[in-house]
């Protein structure tokens, strides 16, 4: 016997969505007299079944005869259970606290650091880690027509190798826009890119070019 | 008009509704996995008449225990497994445990339930008493990798419900389980488990 009514458990996900339209015409409240009770069953349902499919369920058989033992229902109930056990993902490793390091009172009674961290104390993270990332991989990019290496929110504009030294004009986006000059990857200068790029750029590649910075 | 409510407490044979062969009936003669394992104490003690039916009435333990587990089988449909001991363990896939009989014997109950000691299930303790072998049972009990909670339920004397409290507790313990005391003569025995459990929408936390 079928869990469901209106879902067949053999469906795919597309299929059950197209049946669910179909039952959707026949039985929408402003079609079917029923106050919307059917639509609603069926949606319900609907949900029910899409949880099933992607967790489908672990069911052992139950033994079938009436006069069946109680042992055979044991045998079945630990057989499920440790079926279940098989398909969970291990538990994760919970993280031992740091050592507790003795902190003076006056570092004790220090506010809790904010929860949020506010937009203008710099780049998070991530961020910074994301255009560390991209500008390494930029250098393993071929120029592009224009003669820039672009990877992600970095553009590397100009590059010019001196003996021991490399000088790069970047243009970073993302959340914090901004022009940039390094030397060796060392950044030497650094202001906003505004919405004039191109002039920002023309003078960007000028000051790397006669090392005015 | 008003209907007045009267409790109906199933008896031995019973197929409550939510129990795991109510259940392996709508699924097509199959058995989903339990999450909770409840372990029902029918030892003749629960014939002791000091509990409470829903609707108010006094009855036996054993009554009022029969009512709560149909109650919580309801609530946690196909998630519940009951086993039910007293010199004996019986299996209850029909959700009722047989009447009251017999001694204590938690370490047979428990010996049953390691066999589905899978770490994916929870176990819950309902009894009145201590059992005939506390030490034994409280040793294998740390051999369980799933939590074991104890509720204890009934009226004792003093000292003798000093002594089935720290057992409780010992057993509870031993598993990271909780224990907890019924003090609603089991009138609220399965809003306390469900409580115990920290069941919230049908979902239960397992260890």
């Not at chain 1, 104390?121 to 250098?139: I, K, N, V």
């Not at chain 2, 009145?128 to 799933?146: I, K, T």
């Amino acid at each position: 016997m079928s869990p469901f009514t209106y879902f067949a458990e053999t469906l795919t996900e597309d299929e059950a969505k197209k049946l669910r339209k179909r039952l959707a015409l026949q039985y929408h409240p402003d079609v079917a007299d029923d106050g919307g009770a059917t639509m609603r069953n069926i949606n319900t349902e609907f949900e029910r079944w899409l949880e099933w499919k992607l967790n489908p369920p672990i069911l052992v058989p139950a033994p079938t005869s009436n006069w069946a033992s109680p042992e055979d229902w044991w045998s079945a109930i630990a057989n499920a259970s440790h079926q279940k056990a098989a398909t969970q993902p291990p538990p994760r490793p919970t993280p031992s606290p740091p050592p507790q390091a003795a902190t003076p009172p006056s570092q004790a009674a220090t506010p809790p650091p904010p929860l949020r961290r506010s937009r203008s104390a710099g780049p998070s993270r991530s961020a910074t880690q994301r255009e560390m990332d991209d500008y390494f991989a930029a250098q393993n990019t071929y120029p592009d027509s224009h003669g820039h290496r672009v990877f992600g929110i970095v553009t590397i504009l100009y590059t010019a190798y001196l003996t021991g030294l490399t000088i790069e004009a970047l243009e970073i986006r993302g959340s914090n826009p901004r022009h940039q000059i390094r030397e060796s990857g060392t950044v030497v200068y650094e202001r906003p890119a505004t919405r004039a790029w191109q002039a920002e750029r023309r003078d960007l590649i000028a000051r790397a070019t006669a090392r005015n910075y | 008009m008003t209907t007045e409510f009267t409790s109906i407490v199933p008896r031995p044979g019973d197929i409550v509704p939510g129990s795991v062969a109510a259940m392996a009936r709508q699924n097509g003669g199959k058995v989903a996995p339990p999450e909770i394992i409840v372990l029902f104490d029918h030892s003749y003690s629960m014939d002791a008449k000091d509990a409470r039916l829903l609707d108010g009435r006094t009855a036996m333990r054993y009554e009022a225990g029969c009512e709560q587990l149909a109650l919580l089988q309801r609530r946690l449909p196909g998630k519940i497994a009951v086993l039910a001991f007293s010199s004996d363990v019986t299996v209850c896939p029909n959700g009722v445990p047989p009447a009251p009989t017999g001694t204590t014997n938690l370490y047979d109950a428990l010996q049953k339930a390691k066999q589905a000691d899978s770490g994916a299930v929870r176990f819950v303790l309902i009894s009145d008493g201590l059992p005939d072998n506390a030490n034994n049972a409280l040793e294998l009990a740390r051999s369980f990798s799933g939590q074991i909670d104890a509720v204890l339920i009934g009226n004792h004397y003093e000292a003798e419900a000093q002594m089935a409290e720290d057992f409780m507790t010992a057993l509870a313990a031993a598993t990271g389980g909780t224990f907890m005391r019924d003090a609603s003569g089991m009138r609220a025995l399965a809003d306390n488990v469900i409580k115990l459990l920290g069941v919230s929408d049908g979902t239960i936390t397992t260890v």
